[in-house]
């Protein structure tokens, strides 16, 4: 195994394409079958290139970027494949800077979402809107006499007919109509001056 790093770390520092393109194919074949030695060298060699890189392409501090290349390195270390020239193992750890680098964004776009709501006043949902309807109903509704309370309960919360929830006040199905479009009239109009 040193054997094997020293000839890695012998190749890096040869010249010339070919020589580069074969050190970097060794690297990442080792890399890709867990060669930590190697990934050390990976790691050495690209890092500062790395974090250029994400600098460039994201106009952001350094210690944004230095985040994005860890997390960009960590992803190397357990899948980078083995490629064959320097060529392919620069396109690989591009598309990985940049992969890292816009979830990274997102997350912050995420966590100052949930900042920005965590810091304005709550919000009135369609279910907390139901729920302060209701209450103010019921408020209105405690206010009715005895026989109109009784009669807005036969017809809606039992289902009465006008005739059947009439009867009990002796009134027809249309007085209990007409009682009860009353009743219901200035509940509306008592809700919306709560309203405003």
């Known amino acids: 195994m040193k054997e094997h790093a020293a000839h890695i770390v012998s190749l890096l520092s040869l010249n010339g394409d070919s020589a580069r393109d074969a050190s970097w194919a060794a690297l990442s074949r080792a890399i890709s079958r867990g060669d930590a030695r190697a990934f050390e060298v990976f790691y050495r060699q690209w890092f500062e290139r790395a974090a250029v ?3 460039t392409m994201t106009r952001r501090d350094e210690a944004f970027c230095l985040d994005v290349v860890q997390s960009a390195m ?7 494949p083995a490629m064959t020239t320097d060529r392919e193992v620069e396109a690989w750890m591009t598309r990985v800077l940049r992969t890292t680098a ?17 810091r304005a006043p ?11 309807l209701i209450a103010a109903l019921r408020k209105e509704l405690a206010t009715l006499t005895g026989a109109d309370r009784d009669l807005v ?7 009465e007919t ?15 109509h007409g009682r009860l479009r009353r ?4 509940l509306r109009a008592r809700l919306r001056r709560d309203e405003s």
């Open 53 to 55: 890189l994400v600098g």
């Open 74 to 80: 960590l992803k190397a270390a357990r899948r980078m």
């Open 102 to 118: 816009v979830d990274e964004l997102r997350r912050e776009g995420r966590r100052a979402e949930r900042e920005r709501r965590a």
């Open 122 to 132: 709550e919000s009135r949902t369609p279910d907390r809107e139901r729920e302060e």
């Open 153 to 159: 309960r036969r017809r809606f919360a039992h289902g």
């Open 162 to 176: 006008h005739a059947e929830a009439g009867a009990e006040a002796g009134l027809s199905g249309d007085a209990a």
């Open 183 to 186: 009743v219901l009239d200035g």
